[in-house]
């Protein structure tokens, strides 16, 4: 059975940090391209990160510089480290595992950034 499992998420302050983590089973997780997508309330999910399957990354310009996207492929995780939180970084954090077959979606972890 294919899971992924995001955490992390939670309230924080302008200016303050998260890390997210995405914890998968049930298929190959060595094999895939890792992203985090996020959804703001009331606009269109957001492609912020992705990671090879050798450690090459990518970001979107309204993270690059304070997202760091990173895995462990012993442990089957996926992680998000997140500074420099401003408010418009509030939304639901989804991990998704991408290949050439069948992708996988976690359920989402809220992350509001808010005084």
């Known amino acids: 059975q294919v899971q992924l499992v995001e955490s992390g998420g939670g309230l924080v302050q302008p200016g303050g940090s998260l890390r997210l983590s995405c914890a998968a089973s049930?298929?190959?997780?060595?094999?895939?391209?890792m992203k985090w997508y996020r959804q703001a309330p009331g606009k269109k999910l957001e492609l912020i990160a992705v990671i090879t399957s050798t450690g090459s990354s990518t970001y979107a310009d309204s993270v690059k510089g304070r997202f760091t996207i990173s895995r462990d492929n012993a442990k089957k995780a996926v992680y998000l480290q997140m500074n420099s939180l401003k408010p418009e970084d509030t939304g639901v954090y989804y991990c998704?595992?991408?290949?050439?077959?069948?992708?996988?979606w976690g359920q989402g972890t809220q992350v509001t950034v808010s005084s």
């Open positions: 049930g298929f190959t997780f060595s094999s895939y391209v």
């Open positions: 998704n595992a991408w290949s050439l077959g069948p992708d996988y």
